[in-house]
């Protein structure tokens, strides 16, 4: 597939996850190449011979649960054939029904629609072998705390549980000390590693009222271009969306209070080229894969810097390069300093 180079976490997790039958807490954000990490693993544990659900991967939104099974069927073509089935909410479930009807060795599965199918006795997972948890925070942090308990408390026969997640707060921490082994490897990926070298990072300085003004300009410079504009909350990226549209951009925005017909509908028009900029929120912005996207602006920074790597990371992707601008407000000057210091990093004036 052309990867040639192991990231620090494949380096660090792909030999021992395959030698042994371990649990694992990995923290580590996206962009760090952990569905290789795990999924390749995961593909080697499998018993092809067998056609039961023997691996369970569990993802927040139905994009990053999309994207896993994406990657999960490229390196399946390599390898004696697996079957990996993708079950999200906002698809639709009797279509789910049937499919698992046909042999299924490994699910991708958001934490409510698994309880959903468990509830229509449409699968079992009392083969289930090795269970990964994908972004695990951003699971609590969506309110899935109760489902993961369910879940987890319907695993009794799983040999690993491999966990993810960028930070570990207090409900991570609990989850980990109440449903995995005491001496499970905890790996931390140094987010100094994570960053990709081909984004050139950039800042403008600006008060509040001159935001909009500058993106226009810099939509108008780059017209070319297409890009994301991410803001901090849902509201926000309502407002900053109309208004470039009344200023006859072509944006659409994507926030987390959308039903899943319009998420689904906002992305395709992005992904067909009907859209030029999509202006989004953290939370909805994960899974986005949308290759080719030349820049990223950030109308405000994210409260962590986790995100301002998770944002960037939507840009320059598969060897390409790419620009992260951030609008930062005078008094905000000294988070710039942390940033590059942080995660080493460079920001230059944007001219």
């Given amino acids: 597939m052309g990867i040639v180079s192991p990231t620090p976490i494949q380096t660090q997790t792909i030999p021992l996850l395959i030698e042994k039958n371990t649990d694992l807490v990995a923290q580590a954000q996206t962009g760090t190449g952990k569905t290789a990490a795990f999924g390749l693993p995961l593909l080697a544990k499998i018993d092809p011979s067998q056609p039961r659900i023997q691996g369970l991967v569990i993802a927040p939104t139905r994009e990053l649960a999309k994207q896993i099974g994406k990657q999960l069927f490229r390196y399946t073509k390599y390898s004696a054939k697996v079957f990996v089935e993708v079950l999200a909410g906002g698809d639709k479930i009797d279509r789910q029904v049937t499919a698992l009807q046909r042999p299924t060795h490994i699910i991708v599965v958001t934490p409510g629609r698994l309880i959903d199918l468990l509830k229509r006795r449409a699968l079992t997972l009392e083969h289930v072998r090795h269970l990964i948890l994908d972004e695990a925070d951003e699971m609590l942090s969506m309110g899935f705390r109760k489902e993961l308990q369910e879940i987890l408390r319907q695993l009794p026969q799983r040999r690993t549980t491999w966990l993810f997640s960028a930070t570990i707060p207090e409900g991570i921490a609990q989850l980990i000390r109440e449903h995995m082994a005491a001496n499970a490897p905890v790996l931390k990926i140094d987010r100094r590693h994570i960053v990709n070298r081909q984004i050139e990072h950039e800042c403008i300085v600006v008060t509040r009222d001159e935001k909009l003004e500058r993106i226009c300009e810099f939509l108008e410079t780059h017209s070319e ?32 209070d959308l039903m899943q017909t319009e998420r689904d509908k906002v992305m395709r028009g992005f992904k067909k080229l009907r859209v030029r ?75």
């Fill in 225 to 256: 271009d297409r890009g994301l504009i991410f803001c901090r909350t849902r509201e926000i990226a309502i407002k900053v969306a109309q208004q470039l549209r009344s200023r006859g951009h072509a944006v659409d925005v994507l926030h987390g």
């Fill in 277 to 351: 900029v999509l202006v989004t929120t953290d939370v909805s912005a994960r899974g986005i894969d949308v290759p080719d996207l030349a820049f990223v602006i950030h109308h405000q920074l994210p409260d962590q810097f986790d995100y301002y790597t998770h944002r960037s990371g939507r840009t320059a992707r598969a060897g390409k390069t790419g620009l992260s601008l951030v609008l930062i407000d005078p008094r905000e000057r000294h988070k710039i300093r942390e940033m590059e210091q942080e995660l080493s990093i460079e920001f230059r004036e944007h001219r």
